[in-house]
């Protein structure tokens, strides 16, 4: 690192003179990229020299930075053919970050070529459609909607001892866990080989080594450069040992990272976690490793999970902070606390589309893996000893030393989950239910009753049938069948997951509120998504799954093998036929997919998915008995 480089421009210097002079001072920075966040939660790269960007700098600052077009972004059924042009507008209010190409010297300053990243709004039609807009203005809604709460309920800050006056803003602060996989790049893990070290924990928080370590070390020393306050940098459960080469190097590197930082106003976090993957990868990959941030790189083995955290705090005129969640008294939660968590809850079937919106998000919410697949919290034993149970979709942070630091942690987003819808859905739906807490003036007492209630007993907000508190592991304590009636049974497609967008209109109702989604918006979200869920199994999953079932060839020979060789071998080659063989008076489960998908079958397309996924599972389970079975191979 380079002591003189500057990394960030904050927001209090987004002026026309401000920014010459930063500029002018830094010469090494030679572009400015402008950055839209599109449905899909991809980022723009809309590059320009400087010298351009200086000449038209008050246009860019307070008009139109740039435009570009539907084809540029992912937003169906708004920018279209015949109108597709999309404005970017520069946001000021947000944090820019200078991004370095370490690669590539300028050989005047001698030092690393910087692209300015200024973060943008995409209008279409003079209408924001973009995933940083939606968060923003679930961001007014809540706050806008807490200042009436305080303004028409005064005696809901009656337990802080202030009153609305008191107050100077409201903070809505969330921050992320990223997790990640690294490996050598062409260097594959068998599976077998990662699950048993997953399951020893022999790679959990264990020290770092070689260029992994150097990788993680460099990002942490940038992510503090660049302000990021990082907390935390350390190996999670996955992986298998490295291997020493000759030359004193590691190889065969295959290892699953966690990397924590501050928290932050919320649509600064969800930036933060955009350029912080970016960092990730680049840093890694300058130290010869790749990284995925894929949900589930590999099948059988632990995911990657992205946890969101949640909270919302008040700061008063007299320079005190007030955590809104935290028990005023011997409880759980405030009253407001139970509201939000009680939302979250209740409307995390309208949620879910926009937190598992892919493939292999879903791929990873399976039993096994600490991933949640249960619309269920836990709150504790007692107010006096914190949860800690990792089975359940949202959890409770409680530090009973520190007040302050009562949040909710949603469990299920993943590294590719759109963190900015993520936290606006999220928000939403918080807000419904601290209005529902608020309005009919429930206390602790009831707002935790409801909480706590079994199935099957009545309820004012959350369902009758359903249960939402646990203080067991909800993988090991209950069966598939009592999960399922109890929490909920969760989507195993996208297509399954969309759904819950047409069933549960009222619930959708609470994420429009105040048009922070509207019926454009999510047409155009659930389109995207059925677009790249078909594209993906299509194209990718099949084309891999064929791949996969060629790989699987007879090993044994006639004059050695036994009965019960020759017996699997014929099972795994039926299965081959039913998966992948077309004939012509049958169709294998590969075409079956296919055509369904062709004629925008989507439900036929799900279930043969399903089916799909069911059969490769016993394929592998027999391939793998087989050739255990077998002495000369």
């Not at 053919?81 to 507008?89: C, G, R, T, Y």
């Not at 000759?246 to 501050?262: A, L, P, R, T, Y």
């Not at 969640?325 to 209740?346: N, P, R, V, W």
């Not at 999960?483 to 994420?511: I, S």
Request: aromatic letters at 10%; a negative charge.
């Amino acid at each position: 690192m380079i002591k003189d480089l500057i990394y960030t421009i904050p927001h209090d210097k987004h002026t026309s003179e401000d920014i010459k002079a930063i500029l002018l001072a830094h010469p090494e920075i030679k572009f400015v990229s402008f950055v839209g966040v599109d449905l899909s939660c991809n980022d723009t790269d809309e590059k320009i020299p400087v010298k351009l960007f200086l000449e038209d700098l008050e246009t860019i600052l307070h008009g139109v930075a740039i435009q570009t077009d539907g084809s540029s972004v992912v937003l169906p059924g708004i920018a279209t053919l015949n109108n597709a042009k999309v404005d970017m507008v520069t946001d000021l209010d947000s944090k820019w970050f200078v991004d370095y190409n370490y690669d590539h010297i300028d050989l005047e300053t001698q030092k690393p070529i910087g692209t300015l990243r200024i973060p943008c709004f995409l209008y279409h039609t003079n209408k924001p459609v973009d995933s940083r807009h939606i968060l923003k203005s679930a961001v007014t809604s809540f706050k806008e909607t807490l200042w009436n709460i305080f303004e028409t309920k005064p005696e809901i800050l009656k337990p802080y001892g202030i009153t609305k006056g008191d107050i100077d803003e409201i903070n809505i602060t969330s921050a992320t866990e990223l997790e990640f996989w690294v490996k050598t790049p062409n260097d594959k893990a068998e599976v077998e080989e990662l699950y048993t070290s997953e399951v020893l924990h022999e790679h959990y928080w264990t020290r770092t080594k070689g260029t992994v370590r150097t990788a993680l070390e460099e990002s942490l020393l940038l992510m503090e450069a660049y302000g990021f306050e990082p907390e935390m940098g350390h190996k999670e459960v996955g992986g298998v040992k490295a291997k020493l080469t000759s030359n004193g190097q590691f190889n065969h590197i295959m290892e699953q990272m966690e990397v924590d930082w501050k928290f932050s106003d919320a649509l600064q976090s969800a930036d933060n976690e955009l350029f912080i993957k970016i960092l990730i990868q680049e840093t890694f990959r300058r130290n010869g490793l790749e990284v995925t941030f894929m949900a589930k790189p590999l099948e059988g083995i632990a995911g990657s999970g992205m946890h969101v955290h949640l909270g919302v705090s008040l700061k008063l005129k007299n320079g005190k902070r007030i955590n809104l969640f935290h028990a005023t008294k011997e409880d759980f939660l405030s009253a407001i606390g139970y509201g939000a968590l009680m939302g979250l809850l209740k409307n995390y079937e309208v949620m879910n589309p926009f937190i598992s919106s892919t493939n292999n998000a879903l791929r990873r919410l399976r039993p096994g893996f600490e991933a949640p697949i249960c619309t269920v919290t836990s709150l504790g034993l007692s107010p006096s000893n914190p949860s800690r149970n990792r089975s359940i979709l949202i959890g409770l942070i409680r530090d009973l030393a520190n007040p302050k630091a009562t949040r909710f942690e949603l469990r299920s987003p993943n590294p590719h989950s759109n963190v900015y819808i993520v936290m606006a859905v999220s928000y939403m739906s918080m807000l419904d239910g601290i209005l529902y807490a608020v309005n009919n003036n429930k206390t602790e007492e009831e707002l935790l009753k409801e909480l706590s209630k079994h199935a099957g007993e009545e309820a004012d907000y959350l369902e009758k049938d359903r249960a939402y508190r646990s203080e067991e592991d909800v993988f090991e304590h209950f069966s598939v069948e009592e999960r399922n009636k109890l929490f909920g049974k969760a989507p195993a497609t996208v297509y399954e997951n969309l759904t819950a967008l047409d069933k549960y209109p009222e619930k959708l109702k609470v994420l429009k509120r105040d048009n922070v989604l509207d019926d454009t918006l999510i047409n155009s979200f659930k389109i995207a998504a059925l677009q790249r869920w078909s594209t993906e199994i299509t194209k990718r999953v099949i084309g891999g799954y064929m791949n996969e079932i060629r790989s699987f060839v007879p090993l044994h020979s006639l004059d050695k093998a036994l009965d019960l060789d020759i017996s699997n071998w014929m099972k795994i080659n039926d299965l081959r036929h039913y998966i992948m063989k077309d004939t012509y008076t049958s169709k294998g489960l590969f075409t079956k997919i296919k055509e369904a998908f062709e004629k925008q079958d989507y439900s036929k397309a799900s279930k043969y998915y399903l089916e799909l996924e069911e059969k490769m599972e016993i394929l592998r389970d027999l391939y793998s008995s087989y050739k255990k079975n077998l002495l000369d191979i």
